[in-house]
Nanobody
């Protein structure tokens, strides 16, 4: 069993930056970030599947967001730059103990563990 705790959300102006953290209680193979805006379905943002794999981003995040991890600290990060009002959502960290092949990394149901989420609000 793995517990995940997100932090780093807040209120920022459009064009600003935030760095989200996801602290895990144990080592995990795959770490993904998802977001859910009010009244919308949860959507994939980014994933990193161990140090041997390059990160993968949703089209909306490419060029602006960066996912990384520090295995020694059992912590993953999501650096968000050039934030837009449409980025406003609750951001959640998800983890799986195994490599998620193919397109499964973007499927919420394939992840075993979820954090409580952290609110990100971007004002115009």
């Amino acid at each position: 069993q793995v517990q995940l705790v997100e932090s780093g959300g807040g209120l920022v102006q459009a064009g600003g930056s935030l760095r989200l953290s996801c602290a895990a209680s144990g080592r995990i193979q795959t770490v993904g970030w998802f977001r859910q805006a009010s009244g919308r379905e949860r959507e994939f943002v980014a994933v990193i599947r161990g140090s041997e794999s390059n990160p993968i981003y949703a089209d909306s995040a490419k060029g602006r967001f960066s996912i990384s991890r520090d295995n020694a600290k059992n912590t993953a990060y999501l650096q968000m730059n050039s934030l837009k009002p449409e980025d406003t959502a609750v951001y959640s960290c998800a983890a799986a103990p195994r490599f998620l092949f193919g397109s499964y990394y973007a499927t919420p149901g394939r992840y075993d563990y979820w954090g409580q989420g952290t609110q990100v609000t971007v004002s115009s």
